[in-house]
């Protein structure tokens, strides 16, 4: 049984900053690669940023970098988001996602991930 649970999410101005958090629970003692995805209303979901089991690995979407922090304790700690300079575009449900068949990859791709949690709204206000 595999459960992934983000929180942290909810309403900002533009300029504004908000901290997601991501706790997997997972039966295994593989290590695993996370990221986080979005997705606004009518758009498909998008990448945002990901990290690979040791933290070694970071990759950013254009969009969020320099703007964004992601980072994760341990192999098997939770993961956050650190979202600074909010911008109105940054209106999304984001999703916490893991990949456990390339630990030590920063995956951008979605379909490459296994377990995806119930997501959390994000919304940037003018």
């Known amino acids: 049984q595999v459960e992934l649970v983000e929180s942290g999410g909810g309403l900002v101005q533009a300029g504004g900053s908000l901290r997601l958090s991501c706790a997997a629970s997972?039966?295994?003692?593989?290590?695993?690669?996370m990221g986080w995805f979005r997705q606004a209303p009518g758009k498909e979901r998008e990448f945002v940023a990901t990290?690979?089991?040791?933290?070694?690995?970071?990759v950013y979407s254009d969009s969020v970098k320099d703007r964004f922090t992601i980072s994760r304790g341990n192999a098997r700690g939770p993961m956050v988001l650190q979202m600074s300079s909010l911008k109105l575009e940054d209106t999304a449900v984001y999703y916490c996602?893991?990949?456990?068949?390339?630990?030590?990859?920063?995956?951008?791709?979605?379909?490459?991930?296994?377990?995806w949690g119930q997501g959390t709204q994000v919304t940037v206000t003018s």
């Open positions: 990290i690979n089991w040791s933290g070694s690995s970071i």
């Open positions: 996602g893991v990949d456990i068949h390339r630990p030590w990859m920063a995956e951008v791709a979605a379909e490459n991930y296994d377990y």
């Open positions: 997972l039966r295994t003692a593989r290590p695993y690669t």
